[in-house]
């Protein structure tokens, strides 16, 4: 008798477990912003106290990685899980996300969640009726419709591609960079927010395009709390990419800097705002603690440069790398380290950091094992790792090096260890001692060497035959 009132002093700590709830899901991408634009990692100006204070309630990532150095790669890699290539994303505004892949929508909604996507998604046109973007529209690119209803989620309010990051509908100023030549200020920038298949957002489009992109997750959050159901929402801010510029309350925050300087800091401090305007959201709801926040960048800062008075300057383009070599559109450092936090007070310590090397294409297997599905029953390969080790401090190194393809160049990472090669050969580095990538130091390790070229070209192999088709 007594072992049997033993037991039923487990029954509420039993029933605790088993109610749970499951945890809520946001990603947040910003678009072009370099390792060194934010204020924790020690910017000389800028000023984005939400993500600081994010840093400071959850883990930071010293070496985390974008999977591509350009926009719509990255965001295959985020939403599968698995290296771009793989389904012939090659390129911005290139190929699209293939019916067969497996999203991150389509994962979590096995387990009865609600999904959002809001801002650029950038992985297929939105639309086979009007002239959109960069190739909505065109009868030529309709084998490439890939809407997000297509691909898992319940609600979306997205473009194809980029917008102005300030009146989002409207043709800026050339100066602002980035503007089409044939387009004339003032007049439709002639992309446009889609809410579905044939649905046009027609209200709420005027100022800071990072408050008109949360206007719409704070309600689709809100809806998911009172309905009592988890959710996915994922949240791609334009900024800060070309064409950029801000309001006057944003630029005033950097008094004495240049009018390029003053645009685009404001921009990132304006995407800030709104970050922080998401965490006191999720604080009120009473829903953060149990709500995992990743944010990071889609490539490193933009190298466009334009003309003035005979001289080259990167105008709007004021992204840093912190001394990293390359920058957007690169596979060395600077095009690919990116700003890395991640937020989840239930179960990340407060100023947690990670050294580990980690990329996007980790997204999808940590959400994988945190709602406990098995990925072996897809029978295709995955390119991430699960995170949750690294950042519990349970492992200190790396097991799948990071793989990296793009234009030419290719790029493998293991720990410490990187190779990278492009027209002019290979290069070997110890990112540890050498994080500008200045002292090849192939000659000095040979076996190692030798050995990643032999890992890279058996990925390759795989990454070929998925390409192929051969996962599907």
Request: aromatic share 12%.
């Amino acid at each position: 008798m007594k072992s049997f009132y033993t037991w039923l002093l487990f029954i509420p700590i039993f029933l605790n477990c088993q109610t749970q709830p499951p945890t809520n899901i946001i990603l947040i991408m910003a678009d072009d912003q370099g390792w060194g634009d934010v204020g924790y990692n020690g910017h000389p100006y800028l000023k984005t106290p939400n993500l600081d204070a994010m840093a400071k309630n959850g883990a930071v990532f010293n070496r985390f990685y974008s999977a591509g150095s350009v926009c719509s790669p990255t965001r295959a890699s985020v939403m599968t899980g698995r290296h771009p290539e793989r389904m012939g994303i090659c390129n911005a505004n290139c190929g699209h996300i293939k019916a067969e892949e497996i999203t991150l929508a389509e994962l979590v909604k096995k387990k009865g969640y609600r999904t959002g996507h809001f801002g650029k998604w950038h992985l297929g046109t939105l639309t086979k009726d009007i002239l959109d973007a960069n190739r909505g529209g065109r009868k030529q690119n309709d084998i490439h419709y890939a809407p997000p209803s297509a691909h898992g989620f319940d609600v979306s309010f997205v473009t194809e591609s980029k917008v102005p990051t300030w009146d989002p509908m409207i043709t800026p100023p050339k100066s602002s960079g980035d503007v089409n030549g044939k387009l004339k200020e003032g007049q439709p920038f002639g992309t446009y927010y889609w809410t579905g298949p044939g649905a046009r957002a027609t209200e709420n489009l005027e100022g800071d395009d990072s408050r008109v992109i949360m206007d719409r997750v704070i309600p689709f959050i809100e809806n998911a709390v009172a309905d009592q159901l988890p959710f996915l929402s994922i949240v791609w801010f334009h900024a800060p990419h070309l064409p950029v510029l801000t309001g006057e309350k944003y630029k005033s925050l950097y008094p004495g800097l240049s009018e390029d300087q003053q645009e685009y800091y404001g921009v990132i401090s304006a995407l800030d705002e709104q970050v922080g305007r998401l965490r006191n959201k999720l604080k009120d709801l009473g829903i953060a603690d149990n709500t995992l926040v990743f944010y990071t960048s889609d490539n490193g800062p933009e190298t466009k440069k334009v003309e003035r008075e005979g001289k080259q300057f990167y105008g709007r383009t004021q992204g840093i790398t912190k001394g990293l070599r390359g920058r957007k559109r690169s596979l060395h450092e600077g095009g690919i380290r990116v700003p890395g936090i991640v937020e989840w007070p239930a179960k990340i310590k407060a100023r947690t950091v990670v050294d580990v090397p980690c990329f996007t294409s980790d997204y999808f297997p940590t959400i994988a094992k945190i709602l406990e599905i098995d990925l072996e029953q897809y029978k295709r390969p995955f390119d991430g790792e699960d995170l949750q080790p690294y950042w519990s401090k349970q492992k200190q190194k790396r097991e799948k090096p990071l793989a990296f393809l793009y234009n030419k160049q290719f790029a493998l990472i293991d720990n410490h260890f990187k190779l990278y090669g492009d027209a002019d050969g290979l290069e070997f580095y110890n990112l540890k001692k050498d994080q500008a990538e200045q002292i090849d130091i192939s000659a000095l390790h040979p076996d190692k060497f030798n050995s990643l070229q032999t890992i890279y070209q058996n990925w390759l192999t795989s990454v070929q035959n998925s390409n192929a088709n051969g996962d599907y």
